[in-house]
């Protein structure tokens, strides 16, 4: 099915309207730009610091989960559970975007007791998306959060990262597929591959290549590079060292 957006409405005669946009609507289109995580931009956008006690303080600030945006424009206290006597926890702080109660709030994700304790698991999921942007170490005998078991999490991307940038990744298969092809299509007669590298269609692929380097991997681009120069320098030589470089830019493939 075709999608297209956004368009004003028109109404029918009976005054209703011949298009609706939904949250998600939009939340589909944002998503497809902005990525995910804590805006950098002050430093101390949701930093979660010690309220030297038992509770923590989260800064004001914004994020972004799955196209929704979240933003908290004062400082927000947040309360910490009682230690243990005897055993320690992980707590770790989220943005929880829960799609159910259709808001995003920042949340303690209480952790279990244990000697070796660790945060529990973020939930993604149909019902709700979290962002984790710090730890929490509860010692056993704890009365207050010291600022040194606050582990912040903002810049890690596994569990939060930060919008740096609207677009972060581009995927390269189907370049890697057409280089693939074009080497398959012109590589299978040798000879013919000699004869003809340095000429028309030898400039067409050092001109193609050229304009998508830049963007493969480096440990890739380098590799291909490197291969396409030793058949440079081979070219008219012998035929079964030129069939086995050209193998060799199939396997970086």
Known sequence: MEHSSFFNAKLSDDGTPDRVYTAENYANYFSSFIGNGVFPNPSTNLQVCSNEDM???????????????????????????????????????????????????????????????????????????ELCIAEILVNN????????????????????????????????????????????????????????????????????FDSIKDILDGDVAGALANRITLIEKELGANKSTLKSNINAIREVL
């Open 55 to 129: 509770f923590i303080k989260v800064s004001p600030g914004k994020a972004w989960i799955n196209g929704y945006m979240y933003y908290n424009d004062s400082d927000l206290i947040l309360k910490i559970d009682p230690a243990d006597g005897v055993l320690k926890r992980i707590d770790r702080i989220v943005l929880r975007l829960d799609f159910l109660n259709r808001e995003i709030t920042s949340i303690v994700k209480k952790g279990e007791f244990n000697s070796s304790p660790i945060g529990k698991s973020l939930q993604r999921d149909a019902n709700a998306y």
């Open 141 to 208: 005998g704890d009365i207050s959060i010291k600022q040194s078991n606050i582990t912040d999490t903002r810049l890690n991307s596994d569990v939060c990262g930060i919008v740096t940038q609207t677009v972060k990744t581009i995927d390269t298969t189907t370049l890697f597929k057409k280089l693939e092809g074009y080497i398959d299509e012109r590589g299978k007669d040798v000879e013919g591959w000699v004869a003809n590298a340095t000429t028309q269609w030898g400039k067409e692929f050092n001109t193609w």
